[in-house]
T-cell receptor
Framework: GENVEQHPSTLSVQEGDSAVIKCTYS??????FPWYKQELGKRPQLIID?????GEKKDQRIAVTLNKTAKHFSLHITETQPEDSAVYFC???????????FGTGTSLTVIP | EPEVTQTPSHQVTQMGQEVILRCVPI?????FYWYRQILGQKVEFLVS????????KSEIFDDQFSVERPDGSNFTLKIRSTKLEDSAMYFC??????????FGEGSWLTVV
C-alpha cells in the first residue's frame, strides 16, 4: 500500500517568514494530494489540494508543489501569521480507491 | 456552509462495552468514511462506505467494528467490545466524489 512520509515533525518560524513542509509518497498511482490543517482538539480542515496533472497550485499565502517523478509534494506558507500555528497533515490517495493515506503531521508554531 | 456533524463529542466507556458513534454526513455526499486519530498521532483510515456497502477497509477495521447507514441521513460506527487501545478521536467524513473529503468535529472515545 501507499506510504506517506512527512518532514519536519515540528517547525518554528518567526512571524512574517515562510514555512515549508515536505511529503513523499511511494505509490505512483496516487494522483490526489490534499493538505489539512488541524488546530488543537478540532477537525482536520482542507486548506489546499493538488492533482497529479498539475505541478503547482496557489491560494493567497498558501501554495503546493508536486513533483511526480520524485514522488514528493510540498506545502509553502508565506508571510506566516500566529493563526497559522497548527498541525499540518499531507495525504495521498488515488481516484480508484477510497482510502487517504496521511503523513505523520507537522506541528507549526509561528512566533509573534 | 454544510458540515459533517458527529455525536457524541466525547464518550467514556468501560472496557468490553459496546459503543455507537453517530454521524450525519453532508446531505448530497455519496461517500462516507470513518478515520481515527490516537492522541498525538496521525489520522488513520478505518473504512469507507458507498452505495450502502463497505467499499474499502483497513487492517484496523476488524470484526469488532461495523458500520451502518440505518436511514437516509445517519452513518454509524459500532465498536462491539471496546478495548483500551480503542481510545482515540474518531472522525467521520464524507465526500461527493472519492476525493476532497470533509471531516466532522470528531468523537473522542475514552475506554477505561
Amino acid at each position: 500500500g501507499e506510504n506517506v512520509e512527512q518532514h519536519p515533525s515540528t517547525l518554528s518560524v518567526q512571524e512574517g517568514d515562510s514555512a515549508v513542509i515536505k511529503c513523499t509518497y511511494s505509490d505512483s498511482a496516487s494522483n490526489y494530494f490534499p493538505w489539512y490543517k488541524q488546530e488543537l482538539g478540532k477537525r482536520p480542515q482542507l486548506i489546499i489540494d493538488i492533482r497529479s496533472n498539475v505541478g503547482e497550485k496557489k491560494d493567497q499565502r498558501i501554495a503546493v508543489t508536486l513533483n511526480k517523478t520524485a514522488k514528493h509534494f510540498s506545502l509553502h506558507i508565506t508571510e506566516t501569521q500566529p493563526e497559522d500555528s497548527a498541525v499540518y497533515f499531507c495525504a495521498a490517495s488515488r481516484d480508484t480507491g477510497n482510502q487517504f493515506y496521511f503523513g505523520t503531521g507537522t506541528s507549526l508554531t509561528v512566533i509573534p | 456552509e454544510p458540515e459533517v456533524t458527529q455525536t457524541p463529542s466525547h464518550q467514556v466507556t468501560q472496557m468490553g462495552q459496546e459503543v455507537i458513534l453517530r454521524c450525519v454526513p453532508i446531505s448530497n455526499h455519496l461517500y462516507f468514511y470513518w478515520y481515527r486519530q490516537i492522541l498525538g498521532q496521525k489520522v488513520e483510515f478505518l473504512v469507507s462506505f458507498y452505495n450502502n456497502e463497505i467499499s474499502e477497509k483497513s487492517e484496523i477495521f476488524d470484526d469488532q467494528f461495523s458500520v451502518e447507514r440505518p436511514d437516509g441521513s445517519n452513518f454509524t460506527l459500532k465498536i462491539r467490545s471496546t478495548k483500551l487501545e480503542d481510545s482515540a478521536m474518531y472522525f467521520c467524513a464524507s465526500s461527493v466524489l472519492r476525493n476532497t473529503i470533509y471531516f466532522g468535529e470528531g468523537s473522542w472515545l475514552t475506554v477505561v
